[in-house]
């Protein structure tokens, strides 16, 4: 079993940056694809970022360039560079994790997830 709980939403103006945070508990979080997900108002909840064994990470089209996804296996957090931010970037952001991975990107792949934390850039 593994809980994750994501930090780090807040408002920002667009341009700007921020950071998330998702630390998770259980044991073997090194062997777990972890990815984020986001849900804008009135949206279905879409892939946004993942990162699998070594080095392997993966991005949404529409954050590449400006996102990053970075993990500590000795923290058991991930986390998530947000730059360059936009307005259509407004959404609560979910944590979630995968120990047998089939798709980067389908939600249903992900086996946990945590409670989503909100992230809002103004114009």
């Known amino acids: 079993q593994v809980q994750l709980v994501e930090s780090g939403g807040g408002l920002v103006q667009a341009g700007g940056s921020l950071r998330l945070s998702c630390a998770a508990s259980?044991?073997?979080?090194?062997?777990?694809?972890m990815a984020w997900f986001r849900q804008g108002p009135g949206k279905e909840r879409e892939f946004v970022a993942a990162?699998?064994?070594?080095?392997?990470?993966y991005y949404a089209d529409s954050v590449k360039g400006r996102y990053t996804i970075s993990r500590d296996n000795a923290k058991n957090t991930v986390y998530l560079q947000m730059n360059s931010l936009k307005p259509e970037d407004t959404a609560v952001y979910y944590c979630a994790a995968a120990l047998h991975l089939k798709s980067w990107t389908d939600v249903a792949s992900y086996n946990y997830w945590g409670q989503g934390t909100q992230v809002t850039v103004s114009s």
């Open positions: 259980g044991r073997s979080f090194s062997s777990y694809a």
């Open positions: 990162s699998w064994i070594g080095a392997s990470t």
